[in-house]
């Protein structure tokens, strides 16, 4: 298999210039890959193998340990569902079943044709307003099951994903 060509990674070169041996290093140079591409790609992992030296495999192994790295790319739409205190107790798991009902996937997982990802995050700063969800960075509170439904459903309605037939 060919190396990967270094112009192909600009964003993240930045830091692996700053990469000085430490294996802990590694976390840093991955999370850079991940916050530039949306997910730690075969390449991203071959290219920081071949500079740093470390196995790919060694790296991928890495990878899958930690929870906040992901190996697939995220759907066009992201949808999280916050699961901090104050969320899970106005509901958050009332939330989360109709998302899952709307979506078909649960946490860490993007639907079939790419459209959505639903992810759980611990707290989205906003409280007062829980439970809570973004779309896309943008936030919906005090969702009961109707709420958001009517949010994700018109979430699918832009994304294309629902029949002429549903929206009539
Ligand atoms: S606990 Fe959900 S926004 Fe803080």
């Not at 949306?38 to 990878?63: C, F, L």
């Not at 949808?79 to 996937?105: F, R």
């Amino acid at each position: 298999m060919s190396q990967p060509k270094t112009e192909d990674f600009k964003p993240f070169n930045v830091e692996l210039w700053k990469y000085d041996g430490h294996a802990g290093a590694l976390i840093p140079l991955l999370q850079s890959a991940q916050n530039t591409y949306g997910y730690v790609s075969e390449k991203a992992i071959d290219h920081i193998s071949h500079i740093t030296g470390i196995p790919a495999a060694e790296i991928y192994g890495v990878v899958t340990f930690y929870a906040q790295f992901r190996t697939k790319p995220l759907g066009k739409n992201v949808v999280k569902i916050c699961n901090g205190t104050a969320c899970h107790v106005n509901g958050a798991k009332t939330v989360y079943d109709t998302v899952q009902d709307e979506l078909q996937i649960t946490y860490d997982e993007t639907t079939d044709d790419g459209n959505f990802s639903l992810l759980s995050v611990a707290c989205l700063g906003c409280c007062s307003l829980a439970p809570v969800i973004t779309v896309n960075g943008e936030t919906h509170g005090r969702l009961d099951s109707a709420k958001t439904r009517k949010v994700i459903r018109e979430e699918k309605r832009r994304a294309g994903a629902v029949s002429k037939a549903v929206e009539e």
